[in-house]
């Protein structure tokens, strides 16, 4: 199999549309507010390797190659945004936004004189899962009122190129 070419490629789409955006949204509003913890700037509530039974492919993944103590649901609220930066705790994440669609993640390459160039806007459409390179320079956006839902999984020990070698080899990266 031919390697992966990722030079300025900050994300990767997946060839899968989850089927359990519904559900996530339920157990959002399900939880109460005293249960969301702070992370990051973000309010965070865990999940479990359970909660994506729906969504098969992903399951697998997540047992092949992910950690299963790093699923989480994030907050951020609207008309808000955070600084940019590079993730330490992780190398790669899977991530899906599952409310809030009036946001966005800005990836850049960051130089010397701290000027960003190489900007690359990831618009999440609803119910796709994006691989993202988080020791890429980043940042988020939430452009609108809505709160903005996104499901995380961390993946502190595989880096993006591996994740997407993982991903290619079994049919799952959208070839875009």
């Known amino acids: 199999m031919a390697g992966i070419d990722i030079a300025n490629n900050y994300y990767r789409q997946l060839n899968v549309t989850s089927n359990i955006s519904i559900d996530l949204m339920d157990k959002i ?31 697998q993944f997540i047992k092949d190659i992910g950690d299963t103590t790093r699923l989480s649901i994030f907050r951020f609220f609207g008309n808000e ?4 930066h590079v993730d330490v705790i992780r190398s790669s994440a899977l991530n899906m936004v599952i409310a809030g669609f009036d946001s966005m993640c800005i990836f850049g390459t960051i130089d010397v004189n701290r000027r960003l160039s190489n900007i ?13 390179d988080v020791r890429q320079m980043h940042t988020v956006f939430n452009f609108g009122n809505d709160t903005r839902y996104i499901l995380s999984l961390g993946l502190p020990e595989v880096r993006f190129k591996d994740a997407c070698e993982y991903l290619q080899k079994n049919d799952l990266l959208l070839n875009k």
């Open 81 to 84: 945004c955070y600084n940019w």
């Open 120 to 132: 690359r806007r990831l618009q999440h459409e609803p119910n796709q899962y994006y691989l993202m």
């Open 29 to 59: 509003k399900e939880t109460p507010e005293s249960a969301w913890g702070t992370k990051l700037e973000q309010n965070v509530i865990p999940l479990s390797v359970d909660d994506f039974q729906k969504d098969p492919k992903i399951y």
